[in-house]
């Protein structure tokens, strides 16, 4: 099996709650300086010339870290990911998605979840710097912030590493 000391390793809280994402290389640091256990390898061996170390997939903290309930980072990639890369004024996917003010910043508009939302080229185009009734358009739905559960959280990692799920799930 293939790797790279950059691939992404889900790191657990000490009670299972999955925290965050690091690369095997950070990983295997915590391993070593016994701050994380090993959870699950799956991914083959680190070799050294003396040994062979499990290359992490799954590590869990051995100390317990307190932190605020997460939130979807807001950028423009998570809002195309929260909108199901459809343009939220004709419906269409588009393999170039713009993002949208919905209220122009010229006006005021926020750069917030609830005031951006993806939009093909085309309906940017003619929404132009105006509001959506200005431009005579419709939203399909009102924008709001995702829901930060695990899931969605790391979401765009389980495509490659399905082995997370029953990690993610439920949290
Ligand atoms: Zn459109």
């Known amino acids: 099996m293939t790797f790279k000391l950059n691939d992404p390793v889900l790191v657990l809280n000490a009670n299972f709650e999955p925290l965050n994402v690091c690369t095997i290389r950070r990983a295997m640091g915590l391993i070593v300086g016994d701050k994380a256990n090993l959870v699950l390898n799956g991914r083959g061996y680190i070799h050294t010339i003396t040994e062979a170390y499990p290359c992490p997939s799954i590590i869990r903290l051995q100390r317990m870290i307190k932190r605020p309930h997460p939130k979807v980072k807001l950028n423009k990639q998570e809002v195309f990911r929260r909108d199901n890369y ?11 998605l713009t993002l949208d003010h919905v209220m122009p910043r ?36 009102q ?9 969605y959280i790391f979401g765009r990692y389980l495509n490659h590493h399905n082995e997370w799920v029953p990690y993610v799930d439920g949290w």
């Open 143 to 151: 924008p709001q912030a995702p829901s930060a559960s695990a899931l």
């Open 86 to 96: 459809t343009c939220q004024y004709c419906g269409q996917h588009s393999d170039r």
């Open 106 to 141: 010229h006006l005021g508009g926020a750069h917030s979840w609830e005031n951006l939302v993806t939009a093909c080229p085309a309906c940017n185009h003619r929404k132009g710097g105006r509001t959506v009734a200005q431009a005579n358009m419709r939203l399909l739905r």
